[in-house]
C-alpha cells in the first residue's frame, strides 16, 4: 500500500490497472473519497469511440483507489443515444439534492451538433442513474466544459463554457436538475486560445476561486486563477497559478477539479495530461499560442510566419489522440497571500501538507 502521490508514474488503481476517471471530479460521502470520470480505456484515438461510459474509484486515503466499475456504462446497442460511445461525453458532475436526496450527474456532449448537456439521477452514489434530459442547453448556450459547486445555505451552482463566449455562472434549482434564471457571463472580452474552459471552483480562505484553461482541445495551455466576490460576485483576475512552469503549459496538464481533503485545510488540484508524450518549452510554447490566436483575430493578434507555421504541427485534431493513456498530475494548492498556486512535486505525501 503507498502512501504518496506520484506525478512522475502513472496512477494505477489497487488490481494495478490505470485509473480510468478523467475529466474527472471527487465526491466525498461517510469517510469515503470517490474519484469518478471518463472511462478512456478504449479510446485509442484508432476508432470513433470518445468515451466508454463513466468510472469511478473509492478510497479512505486518496492514494490507494478501490475500481467500483462503471456507474454510468455505454448504451452500446443504441448509436441515437448520447450514451453510445461514439457521443462525446465528457466531465461528469455529480451533487447530492439536498431536497430530494437524489444524486444527480450533469454530463456535457461536445460532438458535431450537440454542445449539450444531460442530467441523471439516482438513489445511491454509484448508481443505477437514469436519463432524465437530453440535449440540454441552458440559456440556447453552446455547452462546453463545466463544474458544480454546493456552497451549503447559499446554494447550488453551475459554471459552464458557453463555446467561445465566455463562461456562464448560474444557479441551479432545489432538485439539482434544472437553471434558474439568475445567471452571469464571465471571460466574455477572449479569443481562441485565450477564451476559457476546463472550469474548477472551490472555496477556501473564505473566497470562492475558479481555475480556467485556455481552449485548445487535449493540447496544455496556461491556466488562469480568478477570485469571486459571491457565487456569481464580481471576478477578479489573479494570472497564473504554475510557479515555475517551465513548459509554459500548466505543468502539461489541464486542471479537472479542486476538492478539499477533509480534517485539513489542504485543497487539492487535479489534472489530466491527456497527450502524454507531449512536451514543450515555455516560450515557444507561449508564441505558439499567440499564433493561434493572430489566426483567430488577425485585427487584434500579430505573430510571425514561423511561429503559425508551428501551429500545424500541434496536436490538435482530438478524435486522433490515445487517450487512453492519458495520465494525471496531483497537486495541494499552496498560497501566496490569496493566491492559490501550484508547484511541481515528482511525489508527495498528503500528511506532509497538512
Not at 494570472?239 to 481533503?261: E, M, N, R, T, W
Amino acid at each position: 500500500m503507498s502512501d504518496k502521490l506520484y506525478q512522475v508514474k502513472p496512477l494505477l488503481d489497487t488490481s494495478g490497472r490505470r485509473v480510468q476517471a478523467h475529466g474527472g471530479s471527487v465526491f466525498y460521502e461517510d469517510g469515503v473519497y470517490y474519484f469518478y470520470g471518463e472511462n478512456k480505456e478504449k479510446s485509442t484515438g484508432k476508432d470513433k469511440i470518445w468515451t466508454w461510459g463513466v468510472r469511478a474509484y473509492s478510497s479512505c486515503d486518496l492514494v490507494n483507489w478501490k475500481d467500483e466499475g462503471l456507474i454510468i456504462p455505454p448504451e452500446i446497442e443504441d448509436k441515437k443515444s448520447l450514451l453510445h460511445p461514439y457521443h462525446h461525453l465528457d466531465r461528469p458532475h455529480i451533487v447530492r439534492s439536498k431536497k430530494t436526496g437524489k444524486y444527480v450527474c450533469w454530463l456535457k456532449f461536445c460532438g458535431k451538433n450537440e454542445f449539450c448537456f444531460a442530467v441523471l439521477v439516482a438513489d445511491q452514489f454509484l448508481g443505477p442513474y437514469k436519463l432524465i434530459k437530453s440535449y440540454f442547453r441552458p440559456y440556447d448556450a453552446d455547452v462546453g466544459d463545466f463544474d458544480i459547486h454546493d456552497f451549503g445555505e447559499r446554494g447550488v451552482y453551475l459554471y459552464f463554457a458557453d463555446g467561445k463566449k465566455g463562461i456562464i455562472g448560474c444557479r441551479l434549482t432545489d432538485d439539482c436538475t434544472d437553471v434558474t434564471e439568475e445567471h452571469r457571463l464571465y471571460y466574455s472580452d477572449r479569443t481562441v486560445p485565450y477564451c476559457r474552459e476546463a472550469v474548477a471552483v472551490f472555496e477556501a480562505k473564505e473566497n470562492i476561486y475558479m481555475l480556467t484553461s485556455g481552449m485548445t482541445s487535449y493540447v496544455p495551455n496556461p491556466s488562469e486563477a480568478a477570485k469571486l466576490s459571491a457565487p456569481l460576485g464580481e471576478l477578479t483576475e489573479l494570472g497564473d497559478p504554475h510557479i515555475g512552469d517551465k513548459s509554459g503549459a500548466s505543468f502539461l496538464s489541464q486542471i479537472s477539479c479542486v476538492f478539499l481533503h477533509r480534517g485539513t485545510n489542504t485543497h487539492i488540484a487535479v489534472a489530466d495530461r491527456w497527450i502524454a508524450s507531449f512536451q514543450s518549452k515555455r516560450e515557444q510554447h507561449l508564441r505558439t499560442l499567440n499564433a493561434i490566436a493572430a489566426c483567430c483575430a488577425p485585427g487584434k493578434y500579430h505573430a510571425p510566419l514561423k511561429d503559425i507555421m508551428a501551429v500545424s504541427k500541434l496536436p490538435l485534431n482530438s478524435n486522433k489522440i490515445d487517450t487512453s493513456v492519458a495520465d494525471y498530475v496531483i497537486l495541494p494548492i499552496e498560497w501566496e497571500g490569496e493566491k492559490p498556486v501550484l508547484r511541481w512535486k515528482d511525489e508527495w505525501r498528503l500528511k506532509d501538507v497538512r
